[in-house]
């Protein structure tokens, strides 16, 4: 690897001739670690000009560094570092000095401090990795996403990938999302009331800015998604958590002068359960006396293998006033980052308009590489085939879990990918994760997605969209394992 000659500077306080300061420099390069072994320096005529002195110069200093060692001469291929150059010193880093400002006070805002759910960057190596919202990398269409990106790379999409859009999108993804993912929801939209998103969190974050204020107040369900009731408490809104039942968020119990609903009917995060048709007509009816707005997220909606899945809230709204969020980042991959908001065009011209303050828009490469696996079909093929993956994966899992003895406290109607678990009164899920993760197994505490200070501690969340088929019981016996060896007497952490 070549050092790029930018990286090279003459220090101005130090002394000596122009060769001998050319020496410190490189030999400094070497003995603090920048220039390693086997990397090639510029030539003495790039450097020379690079610096300013004249090529003899460089090349009696590189001269001399050959005579002490740290470089080696390759022929006519130049200069490299020398494999008996001096090693770095090993020396522990120094503390580093205390900054003179008082960021205590120097901080307008703080962001930390929430309740957002950690997940470790290793969960593959686990060997029963019972956790949410990865990719199994057998079930991707590897092949294909890569036949998309290089198409997408051409020649003749080079300004989808390079242009500027400003506040816009890709046209391309736009009017798939139009004509085949919307209608599937039962949702008409027009190109002026969609907007592309960096995933559903990204959407959910432009709408809380644009919709509240210290002055106005939003409803979440409890328990919720924490990333979402995280950002809501940064907008310091009044913020109301509603228990939800077995049938979602219970409508007669949204507080009045309540301004945002935020709601997962199909779906609901993190139980599973469903919101039927008569209490999402009787949602709608509550906003409307309320005059309230509602934020409806489907973000697992593609994952309805078991039977197919009720239109989307949005599809009943006749008022305009249900904001509709979806996702690729689950039934794709969640570094893809990217998913789409539908609202009335008044709303998506504000959230456009704070989207090209902040990041302009998403990628052009990944809006039309999606656009394209979307648009040849390969989306859908790999949509079934996950969903009869997943179909078997929940069969085994649910019988291996009522095998143990284990309780579920929520499940999806129509598919999903994860249970939400119940354990005994005494066990604490944090403590029974951290014993669990030491034996292979990963699952999710519940306690982060319950509002209050004194939220239950004895929920737990398993998913099975990335584990192999033949882990699953011997997974789910660990659990059940790790939870009876929890003592009766022990006192859940507060």
Same mark, same amino acid.
């Given at each position: 690897m070549a050092i790029p000659v930018e990286t090279f500077f003459l220090k101005p306080d130090t002394k000596g001739t122009l060769q001998s300061r050319i020496q410190q420099m490189v030999a400094a390069g070497i003995l603090s670690g920048r220039f390693r072994r086997g990397e090639k320096l510029p030539s003495s005529r790039k450097l020379a000009a690079h610096?300013?002195?004249?090529?003899?110069?460089?090349t009696l200093a590189y001269t001399e560094l050959l005579a002490n060692d740290y470089l080696t001469s390759k022929g006519r291929s130049g200069y490299y570092v020398s494999a008996d150059a001096p090693e770095p010193p090993n020396f522990e880093t120094p503390p580093r000095a205390e900054d003179a400002v008082d960021w205590s006070r120097a901080l307008g805002r703080k962001f930390t401090g929430g309740t957002s759910l950690v997940k470790p960057h290793d969960w593959a190596q686990y060997r029963y990795p019972f956790l949410y919202g990865q990719t199994d990398p057998q079930l991707f269409d590897h092949a294909n996403w890569r036949l998309c990106a290089l198409q997408a790379l051409g020649v003749r999409d080079f300004g989808a990938l390079t242009r500027d859009y400003f506040d816009q999108d890709d046209p391309q993804l736009v009017e798939f999302i139009l004509r085949h993912t919307l209608p599937r929801r039962g949702i008409t939209a027009t190109p002026d009331q969609i907007l592309i998103t960096m995933g559903a969190q990204n959407a959910l974050w432009m709408t809380s800015q644009v919709l509240l204020t210290q002055r106005r107040r939003a409803v979440i369900e409890n328990p919720c998604y924490p990333p979402l009731r995280d950002m809501l408490m940064q907008s310091r809104c009044h913020l109301s958590a509603l228990d939800v039942d077995a049938d979602g968020l219970p409508p007669d119990a949204i507080p009045a002068k309540t301004d945002v609903v935020f709601t997962t009917p199909s779906h609901q995060s993190p139980t599973s359960c469903t919101m039927p048709l008569s209490r999402r007509q009787a949602l709608l009816s509550r906003a409307r006396d309320l005059d309230a707005l509602i934020v409806e997220d489907d973000y697992e909606f593609e994952m309805a293998y078991l039977k197919p899945p009720m239109p989307a809230l949005k599809s009943l709204d006749t008022d305009g006033r249900v904001i509709?969020?979806?996702?690729?980042? #689950?039934?794709?991959?969640?570094? *893809?980052? *990217?998913?789409?908001?539908?609202?009335?065009?008044?709303?998506?011209?504000?959230a456009r308009?704070?989207?090209?303050?902040m990041m302009r828009h998403p990628? /052009?490469?990944?809006?039309?590489?999606?656009?394209?696996? *979307?648009?040849?079909?390969?989306?859908?093929? *790999?949509?079934?085939?996950? /969903? #009869?993956?997943?179909?078997?994966?929940?069969?085994?899992?649910?019988?291996?879990i009522r095998k143990y003895g284990l309780t579920i406290a929520g499940k999806g109607t129509y598919g999903g990918s994860s249970f939400w678990m119940r354990a005994p009164d005494h066990v604490d899920c944090e403590e029974l994760a951290e014993r669990l993760a030491k034996a292979g197994v990963l699952i999710e505490p519940g306690a982060s997605f319950f509002a209050g200070s004194a939220p239950p501690r004895n929920y737990y969340r398993v998913a099975y969209s990335s584990i192999a088929q033949a882990r699953i019981d011997p997974g789910v016996a660990e659990i059940a394992k790790a939870i009876d060896a929890t003592p009766v007497t022990a006192t859940p952490r507060p």
């Open positions: 610096l300013g002195v004249s090529r003899i110069t460089v509709y969020i979806g996702s690729f980042s #689950k039934s794709l991959f969640p570094g *893809l980052r *990217l998913g789409y908001m539908v609202g009335s065009a008044p709303f998506i011209r504000e308009a704070l989207r090209a303050y990628p /052009g490469l990944t809006q039309r590489t999606t656009a394209y696996f *979307l648009s040849l079909g390969h989306y859908d093929s *790999l949509i079934r085939r996950t /969903g #009869k993956a997943l179909h078997d994966r929940r069969a085994i899992m649910e019988h291996a």
